[in-house]
């Protein structure tokens, strides 16, 4: 079956660190995918990992391990506009035209002062 | 204009009712999606269409019905709903493998 675990909700402290993990279990893997969406708007995109090892992007960097089907968002010197719903999603089949993207369900972070 | 444009933004229709969502997208890419978001669940794929061919449908029953004419617009057509089918739609295109989603803004839909 297909399957991605995100924690359901997370908070934390503006400029703090905070991780937010992903596992997955799915047929096949080409990328994983993070999104960003706040409420009442569409999921932007943040990063995108198809090899292992760390992708950096300003405040935001995204990790993988296919070996252990594992991947985590790390946001850095949070801000209150950061409070969102984090989107994992990972890429299959391996081969096609189109993108076919499995999505979790997600995590809200809510950051605090 | 500019990305993925969706309207209408908020639709309340009954079970009875005949409605339509379009989506339009400005990037130039050759493929789109519909997805239906529902409170607590993931994102769930329904439709794509690649070069305007339906290469995929997610066993979704058949009252809805996607159309579309040309690589820049999707519809998705909406009859005899379910109040069950109250949800965020949200359209998507990309391009080329590896490429990421872009998404539109969605329609918030209620079926009464």
């Known amino acids: 079956g297909q399957n991605i675990d995100q924690p359901t909700e997370m908070t934390a402290t503006e400029g703090a660190i905070v991780q937010i993990n992903c596992t997955y279990q799915t047929s096949g893997f080409n990328g994983l995918f993070w999104y960003q969406q706040h409420a009442g708007e569409a999921p932007t995109f943040l990063s995108y990992?198809?090899?292992?090892g760390l992708e950096e992007k300003g405040r935001f960097s995204s990790f993988l391990s296919r070996s252990k089907g594992y991947s985590y968002l790390l946001l850095k010197e949070l801000q209150m506009k950061d409070s969102a719903s984090y989107l994992c999603a990972v890429r299959d089949p391996p081969d096609g035209a189109t993108n076919k993207l499995i999505f979790g369900t997600g995590t809200l972070l809510a950051v605090q002062p | 204009e500019t990305g993925v444009t969706q309207t209408p933004r908020h639709l309340v229709m009954g079970m009875t009712n005949k409605k339509s969502l379009k989506c339009e997208q400005h990037?130039?890419?050759?493929?789109m999606y519909w997805y239906k978001q529902s409170a607590k669940k993931p994102l769930e794929l329904m439709f794509v269409y690649s070069l305007e061919e339906r290469v995929e449908n997610n066993s979704v029953p058949s009252r809805f019905s996607p159309e579309c004419p040309n690589s820049s617009h999707l519809f998705l057509h909406l009859h005899t709903l379910q109040p069950e089918d109250s949800a965020l739609y949200l359209c998507?295109?990309?391009?080329?493998?590896?490429?990421?989603?872009?998404f539109g803004p969605g329609t918030r839909l209620t079926v009464t």
């Open positions: 998507a295109s990309s391009q080329g493998r590896g490429a990421e989603q872009y």
């Open positions: 990037l130039g890419h050759n493929a």
């Open positions: 990992n198809v090899l292992d």
